[in-house]
């Protein structure tokens, strides 16, 4: 954790624009994490659509059940 508290004791020392160029850059990142795991759920989707395991229902009963059982 200390480390951590390093790295905001540093963030909060820099220039306005300094702050500004690192939320940027942590935007871009976090953006691209997000992009990463969305593919890699489309992927697993896919790859259970051809096994033939893909889970599908317009009950939202049927979903609810579902999604206790994970």
Do not use: C, Y
């Amino acid at each position: 954790m200390q480390r951590f508290i390093d790295i905001v004791e540093t963030v909060t020392s820099l220039s306005l624009e300094e702050m500004e160029e690192v939320q940027d850059i942590i935007s871009k990142v976090l953006l691209e994490k997000r992009r990463s795991a969305f593919l890699k759920n489309h992927q697993k989707a896919l790859q259970d659509a051809e096994a033939g395991t893909l889970f599908s229902s317009d009950s939202p009963n049927e979903i609810t059940g579902w999604l206790k059982e994970l």
